[in-house]
């Protein structure tokens, strides 16, 4: 089956009208991946930002030793 003039056309027409809706898929699926591995890494009581292992940390530490990442704001 061989595509004719107007079936490039329309094929050409899509894909430029998909375009923009996959990047923003792309983007969206990109951030939701950052969100659940930052909160993985909160939950393995890691830096979010850099992953660093929190663990054996004086109790009372506020910012990443390694990045300076805020981990706890107070209330
Ligand atoms: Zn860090």
Do not use: K
Not at 6 to 34: G, H, K, T
Not at 51 to 60: E, F, I, V
């Amino acid at each position: 089956m061989w595509l004719t003039g107007d079936d490039i056309e329309y094929a050409f027409f899509y894909a430029c009208m998909l375009a923009p809706v996959a990047a923003f898929v792309a983007v969206l699926i990109i951030s939701l991946m950052r969100v659940v591995r930052q909160d993985r890494r909160h939950q393995q009581t890691q830096c979010p930002d850099c992953g660093y292992r929190l663990q054996g940390l004086p109790p009372g530490t506020i910012h990443c030793p390694e990045c300076g990442y805020v981990l706890w704001r107070g209330r």
